[in-house]
């Protein structure tokens, strides 16, 4: 059977860097690093200060007050970004064939804060006390529910609860079910704020957090000066489509969506396997699924955390994969300037990398300036540059082992 064509016809995000897509874009192209002081809480007795926070949310310019007050702040990014999506993509939902609307969103660790403050309540005043929406706010997949239920998308609707490959997975996961013929249509990418004391703490107690207080040397991928990753919240949300869907009623169309895979290292609960083993794996099943030679992608966007092993072990797996190509290819994490969005980054990268291949232009990883001997490919330090390239890559580790990849390609029309 001939598979079918899957495109991106629609994007929003709330991320540290900008509330939609041309604030976020533009803030990207200047290179402007969304890294700044906790605001969410007293760091008065934290190691850690600074993350990537998102900046004058506004729940209530997208979403009606009483729905939002029965939200985690997780629930009302992904509803935004969803709502700017869809906005974006100049759906009609009212004559749609809302069976055939699939949702599928990540989040790696759901309404963690609220988690926080009704176990607090809990404590004071007994357990039967903590609010009634404490669970329907929590869970993880409440993202994904909250979008259906608010645009009437009956199709599937899922969450890929795999840690920071979450993201990554829940466009792939989208991508082939439309590619499969199972829907035509989806809502899919990635959302999530656990910028808590429970959630920095946690990530702190582990040394996974780069404890440094000047916000320009936090988020530092592939430098030798890397110390950790810095937390971030946010969304990204795409709206993928079966082409002739597309076509017949003119939208506009970003890039296509030519390949997934997602696979598992199984070797340690954090650490990437050696050489970055499972992920190299997972990239050439992306390239197999899209028929793509490695040759042909002119860009990564990389998982790129700022942590040693992971910059390092995935610097090694483009090498596996690309071979020689590896040194012409263009490399850049984003996450320099948004921080570490956890379960939404890989949504939000999914944005980063289709508007790369639309308006021909490839972000930089920012304030990198110490070169690393283990990290020498071209990461376009500190700028990036006017290219168009016709097959971009991104790619998402998670605890647990969890490897996704997506190949995007320029949609020339």
Known sequence: MEKRRVVITGLGTVNPTGNSVAESWAAVRRGECGVGPITQYDTSNSKVKLAAEVK??????RIDKREARKMARFTQFAVAAAAEAIEDAGLDLEHADLTRCATVISSGIGGLPIMEEECLKGEAKGYDRVSPFFVPMTIANMAAGQVAIRFGL????TSPVTACAGGTNAIGDAFHRIRDGYEDLAVCGGAESCISPLGVGGFTSMKALNPTGDPARASIPFDAERGGFVIGEGAGILVLEEL????????????????????????????PAP???????CMRLA???????PESIGYINAHGTGTHLNDSCETAAIKAVFGGHAYELAVSSTKSMTGHLLGAAGGVEGVFTALALHDGYLPATVNLKVPDPECDLN???NQGVERQVDYALSDSLGFGGHNACVVFKRWEG
């Open 56 to 61: 004058d949310f506004d729940p209530t310019r």
């Open 154 to 157: 009956k199709g599937m609707c």
């Open 244 to 271: 002739e869907h597309a076509r017949a009623r003119g939208a506009h169309i970003y890039a296509e969506v030519v390949g997934y895979a997602s696979n598992c290292d199984a070797y340690h609960f954090t650490a």
């Open 275 to 281: 050489g970055g083993a499972g992920g190299a794996a």
């Open 287 to 293: 390239l197999e699924d899209a028929g793509v030679q």
């Open 379 to 381: 990461y376009l330090p």
